[in-house]
């Protein structure tokens, strides 16, 4: 059973970069199987946000909102993914989840693991 | 971009009963709509996807229903280790969409 393990600095200045990574166990970052890896976020009380994906061939999707701000990518040799958000403001402020993505079809598609989650703060 | 809404936002029920979770989408979806649980502190669990096909090692008491623009997430007879919150999530379109949340104690 693969397992995801996030980290990174958990207070972040306003208009910095927040930086994450997930460490990826039990299994291939770019193995077989039609699976793919996302970050998503939750503000504390709120509800999930996705923020983005990337597919095994490096390609990437993400959110409208957040797209001019983010950047995903994975580093195969550590069996990692990253998740880089630049401009942070206070409303950046969230736990921060990353997450396999199993599919079957294009379409039929779902979060099967998820890593434990991460807390950012941003200051100003 | 594709909305998610749920209803109710929270709901109370005792062991026992049978809850039912509704999701309507903005546009068509077909069924390309998962549910999931989340209980505090924790990170979500799927429970099922493409509306209606449950998710391995899942109760059986959980069910999930509709296409289209309408879902219906129903949980029978109720456990305590239930209350949590579920999600909807379209996966219709590449750029992927949950609802608010429905909080069941």
């Known amino acids: 059973q693969v397992q995801l393990q996030e980290s990174g600095p958990g207070l972040v200045k306003a208009s910095q970069t927040l930086s994450l990574t997930c460490d990826v166990s039990?299994?291939?970052?770019?193995?077989?199987?039609?699976?793919?890896w996302s970050w998503i976020r939750q503000p504390a009380g709120k509800g999930l946000e996705w923020i983005g994906r990337?597919?095994?061939?490096?390609?990437?999707n993400y959110n409208p909102s957040l797209k001019s701000r983010v950047t995903i990518s994975v580093d195969t040799s550590k069996n990692q993914l990253s998740l880089k958000l630049n401009s942070v403001t206070a409303a950046d402020t969230a736990v921060y989840y990353c997450?396999?993505?199993?599919?079957?079809?294009?379409?039929?598609?779902?979060?099967?693991?998820w890593g434990q989650g991460t807390l950012v703060t941003v200051s100003s | 971009d594709i909305q998610m809404t749920q209803s109710p936002s929270s709901l109370s029920a005792s062991v026992g009963d049978r809850v039912a979770i509704t999701c309507r989408a903005s546009q068509n979806i077909n069924t390309f709509l998962n549910w999931y649980q989340q209980k505090p502190g924790k990170a979500p669990k799927v429970l099922i996807y493409?509306?209606?096909s449950l998710e391995r090692g899942v109760p059986s008491r959980f069910s999930g229903s509709g296409s289209g623009t309408d879902f219906t997430l129903t949980i029978n007879s109720l456990q305590p280790e239930d209350s949590a919150t579920y999600y909807c999530?379209?996966?219709?379109?590449?750029?992927?969409?949950f609802g608010q949340g429905t909080r069941l104690e």
């Open positions: 039990g299994g291939s970052i770019s193995g077989g199987g039609t699976y793919y």
């Open positions: 493409a509306a209606n």
């Open positions: 990337i597919y095994k061939s490096g390609s990437t």
């Open positions: 997450a396999r993505v199993f599919g079957i079809e294009t379409a039929i598609n779902w979060f099967d693991s």
């Open positions: 999530q379209q996966t219709y379109s590449a750029f992927i969409a």
